[in-house]
């Protein structure tokens, strides 16, 4: 049985007094969640939210990193240095980034191996645009994004790898995928993901869905036993509405838990 998680990203919001309040009151409202919860801050807020969430079940991730351990790279921060700070996770690969920022499945690939070097957990985002899906390319773009996104990595760390199908036209619409759309999706990525490991293997990694998740549509997605929690942008802004969501996805199966 996956344990759900949910993953917040924060995206390039909040001042350092936001960020503190967010967190505290996340990390408040969810005493003992049945999920693990990572959120992941913009960089700058890394160290107050780490100090918010010392002590407590919630964990710290980062939403992008370099690919090499230190050097001549303005600007950018390293997975090492990341894990210096206590991230457990890094968002890889998110289409913001390959969107706006040019990111390839090469870098991303880079990007995959170096946090893995560092005992930083990757959490590789794919996912089709509307056109893609329209024309019916889904499966390929996302075979073609986990392929070159894993390369090279060995079965073994493959185990160690959090996958999100996070839909273009899913992302800060408002429109979500159905549980049936991001389901089929899912099942088609484990099977990848038994090929380039092992069965076992792909049983136990995570496929999260991202795109437009929240408290109120959170619980049927869950539901699906091929995904395993959510990455969830916008709606984790707000703390209330960021602790629906992981409660929804904490009930997997039925039971609603008590923080
Ligand atoms: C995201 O940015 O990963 C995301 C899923 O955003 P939103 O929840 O706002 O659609």
Redesign the pocket.
């Known amino acids: 049985m996956r344990t759900p998680l949910v993953v917040a990203?924060w995206?390039m919001h909040g001042t350092l007094g936001e960020a503190r309040a967010l967190a505290s009151a996340v990390r408040d409202g969810l005493k003992r969640p049945r999920a693990e919860v990572v959120l992941c801050p913009p960089f700058t807020a890394l160290a107050a939210v780490a100090e918010i969430l010392a002590g407590s079940t919630i964990g710290l991730g980062a939403q992008n990193c370099h690919w090499e351990t230190q050097g001549a790279f303005t600007g950018e921060v390293s997975p090492a240095m990341l894990a210096e700070l206590g991230c457990r996770l890094v968002?890889i690969g998110?289409?913001?980034r390959r969107q706006h920022l040019g990111e390839t499945d090469a870098l991303v690939n880079r990007k995959v191996r170096a946090a893995l070097a560092q005992g930083v957990t990757p959490l590789l985002?794919v996912g089709e645009s509307a056109d893609e899906r329209r024309q019916g390319l889904t499966f390929t773009v996302v075979e073609g994004q986990l392929r070159a996104g894993l390369g090279g990595v060995s079965p073994e760390d493959l185990g160690r790898c959090i996958v999100?199908y996070?839909p273009l036209w899913?992302?800060?619409?408002?429109v979500?995928a159905t549980p049936a759309q991001a389901s089929e999706v899912h099942g088609y990525l484990r099977g990848l993901l038994s090929e380039l490991a092992s069965k076992e293997t792909a049983q136990a990694i995570r496929i999260l869905y991202?795109?437009?998740?929240?408290a109120d549509n959170a619980g049927e997605l869950c539901r699906e036993p091929e995904i395993d929690g959510?990455?969830?942008?916008?709606?984790?802004l707000q703390a209330q509405s960021f602790i629906g969501i992981v409660r929804k996805a904490a009930a997997r199966g039925g039971s609603h838990p008590k923080e």
């Open positions: 990203n995206k968002i998110h289409s913001e985002c999100a996070e899913a992302i800060g619409t408002g979500n991202g795109g437009s998740v929240k959510a990455l969830v942008g916008g709606a984790s």
